[in-house]
């Protein structure tokens, strides 16, 4: 079941912009890692970023760079800037805590002229 509520998909150019939101019920996840992932059509799903309770970051190769991660504790939200897109981040992207243990119910990102 869905446990993350995220916001901020849809259709952009390619080398625009978007931000995704994620937002996390109650106090509980302060102390958790989150994470974005994203699954292409086709293809497997991959860590996107990453993010630690304190604060430091991590990406895939692909996108650093042009992403970035970020985490408000004390609003339970995590975003996720994403400039510079290309067709190839196509894909549906979720919101992740534990880092996996939970899950947002994913949302489509299309990268399309």
């Known amino acids: 079941q869905v446990q993350l509520v995220e916001s901020g998909g849809g259709l952009v150019q390619p080398g625009g912009s978007l931000r995704r939101s994620c937002a996390a019920p109650?106090?509980?996840?302060?102390?958790?890692?989150m994470g974005w992932y994203r699954q292409a059509q086709g293809k497997q799903r991959e860590l996107v970023a990453a993010?630690?309770?304190?604060?430091?970051?991590t990406y895939v190769d692909s996108v650093k760079g042009r992403f970035t991660i970020s985490r408000d504790n004390a609003e339970n939200m995590v975003w996720l800037q994403m400039n510079s897109l290309k067709p190839e981040d196509t894909a549906v992207y979720y919101c992740?805590?534990?880092?996996?243990?939970?899950w947002g119910q994913g949302t489509q990102v299309t990268v399309s002229s």
């Open positions: 109650g106090n509980g996840f302060r102390r958790y890692n």
């Open positions: 993010i630690s309770d304190g604060g430091p970051t």
């Open positions: 992740t805590a534990g880092p996996t243990i939970y």
